[in-house]
């Protein structure tokens, strides 16, 4: 039972680090949309500063708003990308921890041959 769980749960973990990736890569896009909002209305303030105050803050309020989402997308795509990160560095060192654990069982499955058998080597190659 214990193997099964070995087997099922990397593959279940890698798909969960997988929808996070997408999710990330979504959040990346979503940024830039916000960005652009952001600008847009950035620069509408400008064009309505001094002409018209009430769409000139209309504009600012706007941007003011686009600037924290952008601030808060940005910590989420952070968030994200710390986690995909460690996830990552998880895996390679429970493949390290593995190999390691196959090596040392290898090693220790070797035996070591005997000062009786080393002899008899030693001697029968001079023969």
């Known amino acids: 039972m214990s193997h099964e769980y070995f087997v099922t749960a990397p593959l279940e973990e890698d798909a ?23 600008l847009a209305a ?32 940005s910590e989420l795509k952070s968030a994200l990308d710390g986690f995909i990160d460690s996830q990552n560095r998880l895996k390679q060192a429970r493949l390290r921890s593995h190999v390691r654990a196959g090596l040392e069982a290898r090693r220790h499955q070797v035996t070591e041959p005997s000062f009786d058998e080393l002899l008899a080597t030693v001697f029968s190659v001079e023969a």
């Open 16 to 38: 969960f680090v997988s929808e996070v990736a997408k999710l990330a890569d979504k959040g990346r896009a979503f940024l830039k949309v916000i960005e652009e909002q952001e």
């Open 42 to 73: 950035a620069t509408e303030h400008v064009l309505w500063d001094g002409l018209d105050p009430k769409l000139a803050n209309d504009s600012f309020l706007k941007a003011e708003e686009m600037r924290s989402k952008k601030r808060l997308h």
